[in-house]
């Protein structure tokens, strides 16, 4: 009886209970009333769920109290009550994707998982985090497919950004450079004399930027016509906010640099064959002398210099930013200003910057905004010439015997005072040799954005880089290298103006999202230079070139101007599939008139296959994407006025014009082309991106293949009967290949700790295919150009060898110099990479940097030239010695024993000696920050306050290379000026601290 009393209480429970359950229906759309499939509705607390049909629809059984958790990948999730009717839930875009907005051509913004190509981005505080005055250098390592080289040490020195590899042979292969959708320039200038120069973009103050984005392929920099085929920098600047309160942002950076110098040899002194020479009655180049530790000089222990330690000093940089930004009902603004000074570790160097950015946003009407930004830059910069040149102070401090002291720089009656002949004293050099740079430049934007329909949009777009340049050279009466002293002066007008008009529109046609854009491109640059020469200076210490006996003068000015109309359309699909379709149509005024215009295009796919995923396994995988492209892009990659033929000042032997008064001119030698067309590449492109575990990891991987046809060759010989040596054709081919890879993920969070992680790979392969005919060699600066091989490869004097690849000795027990010259190095990397670790606790953030290259071949010109004088740390070894190697005339094993002075001296003849493996791993950055809580800033004027410390270059490993850095580039950023090290300005190893506080 009991048991059947349970039993019918337990029926009677289990019916209530099936009574108070109901049946809830209900709808999930995103904010633009499209249905949502596959969202996720979830009973909350419990494991009970069901998902969204294709019309976003569900229906889920719901007890009374219970709560629904509905959900979708990129959206933000929403907890609600059942209610009685049925539900209409909207989700919204969730706010990590939201984020992901990125700029791309022509400042247009898309979301980044409808993207067709591939593009990184790099926020304004990764930038600020580097302590690099130049934002060139801020990006290094941080970007897959992107490699970038700086020059040298000294202030203001120019670095080179190359994107997935070189792309034409000789025009200018570093990325174009757009700030807020306004191509500028970034020519290396600022030098007169040897060694680098500065690269335009280090005017640019990275404190006013917001973001930049690297657009790689030609499929993402098609839009921007000639110029990007060598891959697009986009720059975005700060704005103001609508409707906030003025804020004061005040920050100040001091640095502390420390040259990092080569080894240098110390235990021996001046002299030949172990023979001291005091540098003062017996001159010497050679530090062959005396064991330091044994020489006595008057019956004393000979005093030990440091010629190096002396003559750098600690480098001091300075960097006050202040900032205001704000907006009112319908406006924003921002305005900057930052100083900039940093003294060089070499004494008198240095580079002073004053920056003045200011940005307005209005709505001028409900549908009508426009904004005006300009930015307006002064730099100063004095630099000491570099490399191996007789006035180069450098060359003269690292190969400087321990046992002389430099110091005083100038004898009793005035004249220089030095160890050897035929050089500075490079104290004498710091007052007496200067090469100084001054800028003004203007960049203006105007910007108009017209909405008159929804779906509809015209922007207009008017912007330009003016900058004048006044660069002065002198070198004082007693130079070594020019004893009665000269003047140079240069004053350089570079205008340039671009105006685009943009009708873009976007309407949605059932599942279809379709997005066509329309435009028109003018663009025109001018540049002016005057330059005079003096020599003979008359007075010395006066300034002025009118003091010069001989006075020679050059002006050059050159415009180019471009016309495009292009056009974009993009499908979207469900948010399933996108297809992407570009065309531009270009006119340049440096191609032959019957070739001045040609058309380019591309074709990109996008797959969204995450989209079709159950949603048990988009739990885990959030998204994913496979995309593909192919383009084929133009390229204008010649001068001004190739076609022409034009008159210079004449050369007849040694008897140079103007001559006593009387000038004189003939044709050029380089043969104007009536003929010339448009380099062209094509560009192959495939890649997969997916975001995994709730977006805590993503990970995206592309593979391209480029060839360039009709490369651009200028200068290129031709039959001497003709009367000329030389004209320009299109006649080059190359290849690029590579593998990029990036890796981003949230390795742990909880709660006040986490650690992000950030990866990049980079892996490009290059082979020039043909030069020109039959040409199978071309000398580009320090490097070759050779049919079958990478772009850039080292060529040059060799060790002999026998067929098995063993060095043949000569009857002293020398190795022999081959009697041609061959490939003896490749400055390509294998690859490069970075990793990126930040990690958070409470208030503070650590952030560690590293970055690394795998080959790539350097030759070191100071080991090159210090062999024969005896001062790299190798030359301590001085023990004779049996150099392994086979002797050529008897074929056996060499058996002689040669000295140290007379083999590293034979080395110095035979340049593969010094071709070292670029190889490096740099901990580059690490960053320490503290924000101060705002509960402590309560009772004082601050809003906000933090304090950073960042070192740089804190540890470097390079096995194979005897420099300090290999990653320098002596003379500057050009095509022909990569991969060699030589006596310049070391970089540093450097200590920050920054304050920053808000208003």
Known sequence: MKNAILLACLCVCCLFAFAQKKSVKGKVSDNTGAPIAGATITIEGTDRATVSEKDGSFEIQVSPGERLVISAVGYTAQNVAPGNGSLNVVLALASTQLDEVVVTALGVRKEKRNLTFSSQEVKGDELLKAKEPNIVNAMAGKVSGVQITSSSGTPGSSSRIVIRGASSVFGDNQALIVLDGVPINNDETGNLSSGPGTNRLADIDP????????????????????????????????????????????????????????????????????????????????????????????????????????????????????????????????????????????????????????????????????????????????????????????????????????????????????????????????????????????????????????????????????????????????????????????????????????????????????????????????????????????????????????????????????????????????RLLNLSLTGRYDGSSVLAKDNSFYPYGSAALGFVFSELLSPEVRRVLSFAKVRVSYAVVGNDGVGAYSLNTPFEPAAVGNIRFPLSGQSGFLLSRTLGNLSLKNEQIGEFETGVEARLFNNRLSLEVSYFRKKTTNGLIPGVAIAPSTGYTGTTVNSAEMENKGIEALVNATVVKAGKFSWDLGLNFTKINNKVLAIYDDLQQLGNGFTQVIVGQPYGVKYGGRYKRNPDGQILMDNTGLPIRAATDSIIGNITPDWMGGMNNTFRYGNFSLSIFFDMKKGGDIENNVDGYGYFYGTPKATEDRAPRIVPGIKESTGRTNDVMVTGQDYFRRLNGITESVIQDGTYLKLRNVSLSYNVSPSLLGRTPFKALSLTVTGRNLWIHSPHFTGADPEVSSFGSSNGSQGIYSFSTPTSRSFNITVRAGF
């Open 207 to 574: 404190a006013i930027i917001e973001n930049i984005n690297v657009l790689k392929g030609a499929a993402a920099t098609t839009l921007y016509g000639s110029s990007g085929a060598r891959g697009v920098i986009m720059i975005t600047t700060k704005n103001g906010k609508e409707g906030r309160k003025p804020a004061l942002t005040f920050s100040q950076d001091l640095s502390f640099e420390r040259p990092l110098l080569p080894e240098i040899q110390t235990k021996y002194g001046q002299g030949e064959a172990g023979v001291f020479f005091d540098g003062e009655t017996q001159k010497t180049s050679a530090v062959w002398g005396p064991l330091m530790d044994t020489l006595r000089i008057n019956g004393k222990p000979a005093p030990k210099y440091s010629p190096t330690d002396d003559f750098f000093r600690t480098g001091v940089t300075s960097n006050s930013t202040v900032s205001v930004e704000g907006g009112g009902a319908s406006s924003g603004y921002f305005l900057s200003y930052s100083y900039l000074t940093q003294d060089g570790t070499v004494p008198g160097t240095d580079y002073k910057r004053h920056s003045l950015f200011t940005k307005y946003t209005t709505r001028i009407y409900k549908n009508l905004t426009s904004t005006f930004q300009f930015n307006y830059i002064n730099s100063k910069n004095d630099r000491s010439p570099e490399g191996y040149v007789l006035e180069s102070p450098l060359w003269t401090v690292l190969t400087a015997p321990v046992s002389y002291n430099l110091q005083p720089a100038t004898n009793p009656d005035g004249s220089q005072r030095l160890y050897r002949f035929s050089r500075n004293n490079p104290y004498w050099v710091v007052d007496n040799i200067y090469n100084r740079a001054a800028v003004n430049r203007f960049v203006p934007v105007m910007t108009f954005n017209y909405t008159p329909l929804p779906w509809l949009s015209i922007v207009e777009r008017i912007g330009a880089d003016i900058y004048s340049e006044q660069d002065k050279y002198k070198e004082n009466i007693g130079s070594a290298a020019l004893p009665t002293g000269r003047i140079i002066e240069r004053n350089l007008n570079f205008r340039q103006f671009n105006h685009d008009l943009i009708v873009n529109a976007h309407k949605e046609f059932g599942d279809f999202n379709v997005e066509v854009l329309l435009g028109n491109n003018l663009y025109s640059r001018y540049v002016q230079t005057y330059q005079q020469n003096g020599l003979g200076l008359s007075v010395n210490g006066f300034d002025n070139i009118s003091a010069a006996s001989t006075i020679t003068a050059t002006e050059d000015h050159s415009e180019v101007r471009k016309v495009g109309f292009y056009a974009q359309a993009n499908v979207d699909y469900k």
